[in-house]
């Protein structure tokens, strides 16, 4: 059983684990500092006979600096945030060369189209398959999100990305997988009854294994 | 010759009380009635049915060690006939006519991740024994409109019991877990209705004397009707022809 | 009804000839409507646990049967095998419970209600009949979603959080009245808080007692007066989202449903407009509270009452701003995405500087252990976590990996049971005697304590670490996925002891019982208390003071140079003392 998150299977997880282990460092301090100071509060300032509490009503110069380095923390690591943020999920931060695979959620399947040989969505040869998603290693993919009926969400944790699906919208989330291997697709948002069955399996695959993949699927596909 | 006579006579009795015991008076088609059987017919190219990818559910996918499974959406038997038509009577029966009660549930199985049967056949309700003998999720969903629709999930080993309180021609069941699956239930007043088989043929016994409409449900072809008319106990023949769109 | 001791404070003149009904049943007493809310509450916490052992059970041995469970019927749990469409209706049950039908009404329905005239020294609240229907209709809405679990084809199954179009449509959910009943229930749920605010607001601003500046009322008041301001308009855009579901759910219109022209996110913005204000109603007035019952266990004044009263408003008003943080990933512009970081990790300093200036007040105090203070030092220790863990979900790209997994389950938890319900289990013994003229039994509240503290840490701690290996949150049965099925112990190790927790909930379900008839009469100020109401009878009687009060200093005047004892009630007249100028209450 892991105690930290989950291997690291993508682009993503240089910035969304390094800010993670950022905000333990920073949140464990507090931590520390809090539940300490309690404990030993409560052991050295416990009531005695013949002792009397310190009379005083607070003190300004305390409030203001625990009020700012609190502040200035949280500024900060929002700045850093933001900076990555915008490149996981911004409007403009799909690479332009992605590869793309649009992903069609339905109570309780993934049902998974992709662009065929010639490489782009919409043309004859693209081809749909249930619960099997086959990606090319090392090469940034572009998901194209759409949903059937309730809200699903796309999830996969060892690529640490996750996007709904939203009935009546066509939402893209891109990634890239860095390790080949076998992985699960998990559906994230409450949909129903068999939203605890609703998983696919991934393939992540050099270029040359996913190109032979690719011809025998189509193959299999027209016939 | 007194004491024979008695035993004979006695005998007798018990054989003609146990004839019309066995007989029960009063119940429509239990002995004789007439009979519709026929055969039906598929002209024009068989259409390929796509193969079903069960990679997902290894356990299903196992059971399929000679050929893997395909669609059921049009099965053309070898002899040229079309299996899965759900034949009835639509119309016809005395309006007094009222159905025997059922002699036990029909049973649907999930084997396989697959419905069998996959169209056929209940009387207003009678039970249906939903059975899954997979061991793994399915759902059953039960889009009628006549008939309130339900969505049931059976996780395990295990059968689910539900009825059916109008007729209804064809209530879709559906798996959602493994969209693949699908099954047509008709749901009807009487018993008279078959499906065609394996050899394209279909029979419907103990008919009350009448001028029949029988009517020929097919999931992709639609419905085809036609006349009959039964008296006693002979059997007549309406035969069905769907053609490859 | 209680030993009359030998104050300066007369027993009230009027003579009480009220009816059994009209004193206990019917009543406009906002002492008893405190107390009724109490017990109902009470029940419908042991009602949400119920729901919650259910779901630990499948969680921990999935698809085996349940102990007791034969006596669910069929469609929820054949041979006591939780089915997947019962284990979501048990999610969305537990939640909907715990929420508005357990900590919502402890907190506010109880404590505003009981507190505030007393609190602030006058007869009772501004509009007492309309604090009658306040508990009614919570009474009525309780009973109207105890009803869901019991209709044909069983109750809500989308979550608390409702989403739509899960929840709008029945072919998609499976559901069918259950679904319309949460709605109607929900709506009355949040009539009974919108009548209830309008109680809390007008008395607090209107009603004070001669000297109550509003610089000497209680933390406990300032609290319960932004939340009832919180809960007058973030309620009724609630009540808004609840009758849209419902039409669409009944008559017809579309409104969150896309396959006619609705829109999905809609009511998730409706609904977390909402609902991010709710969480503030569910922890502001358990912070005042504990604020109120750490100074007096520390025999010292609250450090830095000004800075606190201004974290609580600038908790409440930032609140407002912060809602998208529930929709990071939901497809909401990612722009939005940033600004709502942003005021997000903001909100956490307000909270911060609470947590210090707590800490504050223990620092060279005189401490005493009593069960209450117990309870409100772990509020601190336990919030604190919960709080912690929220930064981590604040930081968008961090927020990606753990939406929708355990870790917010952890975080929810830390601050709803490690936060507001310890502060109950703190204010609950605090103002029982108040309350009902008996202590509640100081020894067992303290087996309590440790033995909640211990198992409710076993419980939801671990779910940090399920959260960050990435297992989703309301599965029916994580094992189905091969990277969560080592962690199938840890839920096993939950689940066991979720069941002691459970358990040990009945020492406090048995002391508070026992304790009624037969707890150690309280005098008028068990705890040695500056506030208003230890100078009133144990129970307080009807009508509260015949002549209203007058108050001369700040509720936290412990350790006081000015007398030799460590504690100095509000209303004690000393020769130093003025009388305060014009009254703020209407003269008795």
């Known amino acids: ?223 | 010759m007194g004491k024979l006579g008695v035993v004979a006579a006695t005998g007798g009795a018990v054989l003609v009380l146990a004839l019309a015991g066995w007989m029960r008076p009063g119940v429509p088609a239990a002995q004789g009635g007439g009979t519709i059987s026929g055969k039906v017919k598929f002209t024009g190219a068989k259409p390929a049915m796509p193969k079903i990818d069960m990679s997902e559910e290894p356990k299903c996918k196992a059971k399929y060690t000679a050929a893997p499974p395909t669609e059921e959406t049009v099965v053309v038997n070898a002899n040229g006939t079309l299996a899965n038509v759900f034949v009835y009577v639509k119309s016809g029966l005395p309006a007094t006519y009222k159905a025997p009660a059922p002699a036990g549930p029909v049973t649907l199985d999930q084997d396989g991740c697959r419905y069998h049967p996959h169209v056929f056949g209940i009387l207003v309700g009678q039970p249906l024994a939903i059975k899954n003998s997979d061991g793994i999720l399915h759902n059953i969903k039960a889009k009628g409109t006549k008939n309130r629709p339900f969505n049931i999930s059976q996780p395990a080993v295990m059968t689910s019991d539900r009825t059916f309180t109008a007729p209804e021609v064809m209530v879709p069941l559906e798996c959602n877990v493994h969209g693949w699956m699908h099954a047509w239930l008709g749901v009807l007043p009487h018993p008279f209705f078959g499906v065609s088989g394996s050899d394209g043929s279909f029979t419907i016994k103990g008919l009350p004397p009448g001028t029949y409409t029988i009517e020929a449900w097919h999931e992709k072809y639609g419905t085809q009707s036609a006349t009959v008319t039964v008296a006693g106990s002979e059997t007549k023949t309406a035969d069905f022809s769907f053609a490859a769109k | 009804m209680t030993t009359v001791a030998a104050t300066s404070h007369p027993a009230p003149a009027h003579h009480d000839d009220r009816s059994f009904i009209r004193k206990y049943v019917f009543s406009t007493d906002h002492k008893i409507i405190g107390i009724q809310f109490l017990f109902v509450s009470l029940f419908f916490l042991l009602v949400g646990g119920l729901l919650a052992m259910q779901m630990r059970w499948q969680l921990g041995f999935p698809g085996k049967p349940m102990p007791g469970g034969g006596v669910l019927p069929e469609t929820m749990a054949p041979g006591g095998v939780i089915l997947p469409e019962y284990y979501i209706q048990l999610v969305t049950m537990h939640g909907t419970f715990m929420v508005f039908f357990a900590i919502m009404p402890l907190l506010v329905g109880v404590y505003a209600n009981f507190l505030i005239p007393l609190k602030i020294g006058t007869h009772d609240m501004a509009f007492p009949r309309i604090n009658m229907w306040s508990f009614w209709s919570f009474f009525a809405a309780g009973l109207v979603m105890l009803a869901s679990m019991f209709v044909p084809d069983g109750a809500a199954r989308a979550g608390w959080t409702m989403y739509a179009p899960l929840s709008a449509r029945h072919d998609y959910s499976g559901a069918s009245i259950g679904q319309e009943l949460w709605s109607v229930s929900i709506i009355l749920v949040g009539l009974s808080s919108i009548l209830g605010s309008l109680n809390y607001i007008t008395t607090i601003i209107n009603n004070r007692a001669p000297g109550m500046t509003w610089f000497r009322m209680p933390l406990s008041v300032w609290s319960l007066f932004i939340t009832a301001i919180l809960g007058l308009l973030a309620l009724p855009v609630l009540s808004g989202a609840a009758i849209m579901l419902l039409f669409d759910q009944i008559i017809g219109t579309h409104f969150f449903d896309p396959a006619a022209g609705g829109q999905a996110l809609l009511w998730q913005h409706l609904f977390w407009f909402f609902g991010h204000p709710e969480v503030y109603i569910l922890i502001l007035p358990a912070m005042g509270m504990v604020s109120d019952i750490i100074a007096n266990g520390s025999r010292k004044p609250i450090f830095g009452y000004h800075s606190m009263v201004f974290a609580i408003v600038a908790i409440a008003f930032l609140g407002w701003i912060v809602w998208g943080h529930h929709m990071f990933v939901s497809g909401m512009n990612p722009t939005l995405g940033s600004s709502f970081m942003v005021s997000t990790l903001v909100i956490a300093v307000p909270s911060a500087v609470k947590t210090f200036n707590w800490m504050g007040t223990m620092w060279r105090g005189n401490l005493r252990f009593t069960v209450p203070m117990l309870n409100a030092v772990a509020f601190v220790a336990m919030f604190v976590i919960g709080g912690l863990s929220g930064i981590f979900m604040a930081a968008t790209p961090v927020d990606m990996f753990i939406h929708d997994t355990y870790f917010i389950v952890a975080h929810l938890h830390y601050v709803l049971f490690g936060g507001s319900l310890f502060a109950l289990f703190a204010a609950i013994p605090y103002w029982y005697p108040k309350m009902f003229g008996r202590l509640m039994h100081e020894g067992w509240g303290k087996v309590h304590f440790w033995l909640t503290f211990v198992f409710y840490n076993c419980v939801f701690f671990p779910m940090h670490i399920l959260g960050m290996g990435g297992m989703m949150r309301r599965l029916y049965d994580p094992s189905q996925y091969t990277f969560l099925q080592p962690y199938q112990p840890m839920n096993v190790f939950i689940s066991i002891s979720a069941f002691l927790l459970f358990a040990t909930q009945i020492i406090f379900f048995v002391n508070f019982w026992w304790s009624l008839k037969k707890g150690k009469p309280a005098g008028l100020n068990p705890w040695q208390d500056n506030g208003l109401e230890w100078t009133l009878p144990s129970p307080a009687p009807h009508g509260n003071w015949d002549r209203v009060p007058t108050v001369y200093r700040g509720p936290y005047e412990f350790s006081s140079p000015q007398v030799p004892e460590d504690y100095l009630p509000q209303t004690r007249k000393l020769p130093t003392d003025r009388e305060p100028a014009a009254a703020t209450a209407a003269r008795h």
């Open chain 1, 1 to 223: 059983m892991r105690w930290w998150l989950p291997f690291k299977a993508s682009t993503f997880t240089g910035p969304i684990d390094g800010l993670f282990l950022a905000i333990l460092i920073i949140t464990g301090i507090a931590f520390v500092l809090v539940e300490v100071g309690l404990i030993w509060f409560v052991v050295k300032y416990r009531q005695r006979p013949g002792r009397k509490a310190f009379y005083t009503h607070g003190s300004t110069r305390a409030e203001v600096i625990w009020t700012a380095i609190p502040a200035v923390t949280m500024v900060a690591l929002g700045l850093i945030s933001n900076h990555y943020w915008v490149q996981m999920k911004g409007r403009n931060s799909i690479p332009p060369n992605a590869y793309p695979i649009a992903i069609h959620a339905k109570q309780f399947e993934w049902q998974i189209t992709y662009p065929g040989p010639d490489g782009k969505l919409g043309t004859p040869d693209d081809f749909t398959v249930r619960n099997q998603l086959h990606l090319p290693v090392g090469r940034p993919i572009v998901v194209l999100l759409s949903s059937e009926d309730v809200i699903h969400s796309f999830y996969v944790p060892q690529f640490r990305v996750r996007q709904d699906a939203v009935p009546g919208m066509d939402i893209k989330a891109w990634f890239e997988a860095t390790v080949p291997g076998t992985y699960e697709l998990g559906c994230s948002q409450l949909c129903g009854l068999g939203h605890y069955r609703m998983r696919a399996q991934v393939f992540v695959q050099t270029q040359e294994d996913y190109d032979v993949w690719m011809k025998q699927a189509a193959q299999e596909a027209s016939s």
